[in-house]
């Protein structure tokens, strides 16, 4: 009476965690099959549902063989897939990831208001500095935090799902104080309307020990683009051009 037939033998290991194939998971993919030789086995471990769809399809059109799929602890899925030859594209594909750009388009709407274009997005912008409970649309400096937090939040859980740790619940809650608002508006002179620093608080609920999510923390900072961003000296250069 026979039984389930072996799972293939891994020459290598990657997990992609909650990353779908549209989001860099192919990349690493790619990345970790490059030293295998043709026929050489990876293993990706994924938390994504979509990938159950889209890996195979990956697979038939660059001549990969999925050889077999396995539900592991929670969530996760193993692939098994055998590599055909040499990813002779993966270095200028690497390079295109490197040299990526992301572009928006802000229009001013009237009086204290803009617009922000952003792919297939579309957002209100309001005045720099409001002093208000209530406004028809967050400050810029609001969406500065919101995005520094976004980064953080869901970089922080991918990083997590890479490790099979569960996030029951995630929230960061962050403060800035500008070095003096006042220059902006045109009252003082001395400081810079800047931000002089941020502080807050990452809550984090999940089945792992401190050490760990600590661990994991400061990985996720110093990956995060846009805590890298602010924490680095980065240039600017925006020159004004009549219309």
């Not at 994924?46 to 077999?68: I, Y």
């Not at 572009?103 to 922000?116: H, K, L, N, P, Y």
């Not at 997590?160 to 962050?174: K, M, P, T, V, Y």
């Not at 984090?204 to 994991?216: G, H, I, N």
Request: aromatic fraction near 6%; charged fraction near 25%.
């Amino acid at each position: 009476m026979g039984g389930e037939a072996p799972l293939p033998v891994a020459d290598t290991v990657c997990d992609g965690g909650d990353l779908d194939c549209g989001s860099g998971l192919l990349l690493i993919i790619r990345n970790a099959m490059q030293p295998l030789p043709a026929g050489g086995v990876l293993e990706l471990r994924s938390r994504e549902v979509s990938v159950k769809e889209d890996l195979p399809a990956w697979c038939r059109l660059v001549g990969h063989t999925l050889l077999a799929t396995a539900p592991a602890e929670g969530r996760v899925i193993r692939y098994f897939v055998q590599k055909k030859g040499a990813d002779d594209a993966l270095r200028a594909d690497l390079e295109r990831a490197r040299s990526f750009a992301w572009i928006t388009r802000v229009r001013w709407t009237g009086e204290m208001q803009a617009r922000a274009f952003i792919r297939n997005h579309s957002f209100a912008v309001g005045q720099p500095a409001s002093f208000e409970t209530q406004d028809p649309a967050p400050s810029a400096v609001e969406y500065l935090l919101a995005a520094l937090g976004g980064c953080l939040v869901v970089g922080f859980q991918w990083r997590a799902s890479q490790r099979g740790i569960d996030i029951r619940n995630l929230e960061i809650s962050l403060k800035a104080q500008a070095d003096n608002i006042l220059v902006f508006l045109g009252i003082e002179q001395k400081g810079h309307p800047g931000l002089r620093a941020v502080e807050g608080s990452l809550y984090v609920e999940a089945e792992a020990d401190d050490e760990v999510l600590e661990a994991l923390w400061e990985e996720t900072l110093v990956r995060s683009p846009v805590t890298q961003s602010l924490v680095r000296q980065v240039p600017i250069h925006v020159p004004l051009k009549r219309v």
